[in-house]
T-cell receptor
Framework: AQSVTQLGSHVSVSEGALVLLRCNYS??????LFWYVQYPNQGLQLLLK??????LVKGINGFEAEFKKSETSFHLTKPSAHMSDAAEYFC??????????FGTGTSLTVIP | ETGVTQSPTHLIKTRGQQVTLRCSSQ?????VSWYQQALGQGPQFIFQ???????GRGNFPPRFSGLQFPNYSSELNVNALELDDSALYLC???????????????FGEGSRLTVL
């Protein structure tokens, strides 16, 4: 069975500060891991994905995430937060791709 | 390239009624899945369709049913609506089969259902 835990339902950072959103996963097989972003009243947009290639994955808008098997983690980072980064972020895990299991989300607030 | 489109964007129903939500998949995508996102929660997998057949289902009762058409578009039907069915319903499409099996989903903007 697969599952995702996102630590911290709300994260606030100052504009220009480091963004760190935490995600831990549980999977019985080598997983596919994803981070999606959701802006108000919109669907989900893929930020980045891990598919067993490089453990450090770079995505859109300056985000990146590192797959750490020993820690079963896939934390999302961005060196410098921008006001436009304010949104809801979801970590998700999938095995064969038939079903994605999403975390409960982390709401990111960027303080000017 | 046309993305995933869903209709209607908003609708209000009363308890016990039935609803049909529609989804057009992204061009070239042959697999459609539906997710329910309750307020303040992450999306929950309802089911997936590939080649017009359901090939995966989450923990949802049979009153949630669906269809996929030859052009890969899809419908989600919910019978006997309950108050807890109020949510954002997201359709997602992807390519299945062959070497591309990463599972990346492309989402529509959703249909927000309110059950009174």
């Amino acid at each position: 069975a697969q599952s995702v835990t996102q630590l911290g339902s709300h994260v606030s950072v100052s504009e220009g500060a480091l963004v760190l959103l935490r995600c831990n996963y549980s999977s019985s097989v080598p997983p596919y891991l994803f981070w999606y972003v959701q802006y108000p009243n919109q669907g989900l947009q893929l930020l980045l994905k891990y598919t067993s290639a490089a453990t450090l994955v770079k995505g859109i808008n300056g985000f990146e995430a590192e797959f750490k098997k020993s820690e079963t983690s896939f934390h999302l980072t961005k060196p410098s937060a921008h006001m436009s980064d304010a949104a809801e972020y979801f970590c998700a895990v999938s095995d064969t791709g038939n079903q994605c299991y999403f975390g409960t989300g982390t709401s990111l607030t960027v303080i000017p | 390239e046309t993305g995933v489109t869903q209709s209607p964007t908003h609708l209000i129903k009363t308890r016990g009624q039935q609803v049909t939500l529609r989804c057009s998949s992204q061009s070239g995508h042959n697999t459609v899945s539906w997710y329910q996102q309750a307020l303040g929660q992450g999306p929950q997998f309802i089911f997936q369709y590939y080649r017009e057949e359901e090939n995966g289902r989450g923990n949802f009762p049979p009153r949630f049913s669906g269809l996929q058409f030859p052009n890969y578009s899809s419908e989600l039907n919910v019978n006997a609506l309950e108050l807890d069915d109020s949510a954002l319903y997201l359709c997602a499409s992807r390519v299945s089969g062959g070497a591309l099996r990463t599972g990346e989903l492309f989402f529509g903007e959703g249909s927000r259902l309110t059950v009174l």
